[in-house]
């Protein structure tokens, strides 16, 4: 399988907690974002990578947030002190640069379910 | 401040049938428009776009129409199939280094056999 990876699928913590999520890209793609989507919304933009360089953050990514992507490949989004209004659906996104228009390419993303 | 609205949450049409999905937008600057569908437990599928040059873009059983002066895309699918029944969510690009997508809510696509 060539598409976005995420791990894991399903993550059940309690309040208070830590967490990571781990994207691997389709490979080559150099652009990467996360998005997060509640019930009944469509995703929303958290933060970008180009290669390595975190270059936008979206003010909805809390200082408890924090996005790393070391060697331009795997991405992890990391959610400290964790809250009940973090539960989502976490997504990963990427894309090449083969074309300006080129379009985003989701992964099946991690559910985040805080007790 | 919702950017990229989809007013209607459902809709049902019948097999065979055309399907209209509406979005409205609020931002000028943006310059291209996308079509995600979405089934349970996946992530969003990229469907079909569309840039701002443009008024029309068609891909098989998919077309995607644009009109600027009234901040308005639509999608039509024709024939609907009852494999099409999923969340539908428009996107918008912005403009700029990053480029990431503004969704709107989704509209739920149920095509009845």
């Known amino acids: 399988d060539t598409g976005v990876s995420q791990n894991p699928r399903h993550k059940i913590t309690k309040r208070g907690q830590n967490v990571t999520f781990r994207c691997d890209p389709i490979?080559?793609?150099?652009?990467l974002y996360w998005y997060r989507q509640t019930l009944g919304q469509g995703p929303e933009f958290l933060t970008y990578?180009?290669?390595?360089?975190?270059?936008?953050k979206s003010r909805l990514l809390s200082d408890r947030f924090s996005a790393e992507r070391p060697k331009g490949s795997f991405s992890t989004l990391e959610i400290q002190r964790t809250e009940q209004g973090d539960s989502a659906m976490y997504l990963c996104a990427t894309a090449g640069e083969s074309s300006y228009n080129s379009p985003l390419h989701f992964g099946n993303g991690t559910r985040l379910t805080v007790t | 401040d919702q950017q990229v609205k989809q007013n209607s949450p459902s809709l049902s049409v019948q097999e065979g049938r055309i399907s209209i999905l509406n979005c409205d937008y609020t931002?000028?600057?943006?310059?291209?428009f996308l079509w995600y569908k979405k089934y349970p437990a996946e992530g969003p599928t990229f469907l079909i776009s569309i840039s701002s040059i443009k008024d029309k873009n068609e891909d098989g059983r998919f077309t995607v129409f644009l009109n600027k002066s009234a901040k308005h895309l639509s999608l039509h699918i024709v024939p609907s199939q009852p494999g099409d029944s999923a969340v539908y969510f428009c996107a918008a690009r912005s403009t700029g280094s990053a480029r990431q997508l503004t969704f709107g809510s989704g509209t739920q696509l149920t095509v009845l056999p």
């Open positions: 490979s080559e793609h150099n652009r």
């Open positions: 931002n000028s600057m943006f310059d291209y």
């Open positions: 990578f180009q290669n390595e360089a975190q270059l936008e």
